[in-house]
């Protein structure tokens, strides 16, 4: 079973009311940002997130919930127009991280994720990293939240850094 989310909703209060919503059956009393202290754990091997609740009024009162986080590349779309900024051969990373937290804020509110509401303030960071081996550089976006992960956007690459082998050898044909 899974929850809808409302975007409006803080990121703390979306995971409570769906741990409230999923165990309705058993849960008396709702559970309520105030009452409840949410500690992030872990990232688990299958992908999940695991957090524990603690009851602010019992310290020793505690469980530990495992749960899906969305994933913001789901929700975001770029256009090529939003990249007319990024030039790879020449990247320089105050301009470009920048740039890329434009776009990224833009295809924010296209989405209608509200950023107030999505992640703790303050917690969200935009970095741009460069991996030697693949030439690759890739937007990350890194917060503090219940219900988002972490957001990779593989820049485009330049056709120079693509492409190992420039000079070709000729065809060849097979026998007929």
Known sequence: MGYVINFGTKHDTSLLEK???I????????????????VELSELPSGAFSVELINREDLTDTVVISHEKLDLADFLKH??????????DNFDATRDTAAATAMFNNAIIKA????????????????????????????????????????RFDLPRSFASVFSEQVLPGFVADDV
């Open 79 to 88: 256009e090529l127009a939003d990249l007319t900024w990024w030039d790879p």
């Open 23 to 38: 165990n309705a059956a058993t849960v008396g009393r709702k559970l309520k940002v105030e009452d409840i202290e949410i």
């Open 112 to 151: 209608g994720i509200i950023a107030s509401n999505a992640w703790e303030a303050g917690s969200g960071k935009m970095a741009i990293v460069y991996d030697a081996a693949t030439s690759q550089y890739t937007m990350v976006f890194t917060c503090t939240s219940h219900v988002w992960k972490e957001y």
């Open 19 to 21: 741990i409230n919503a």
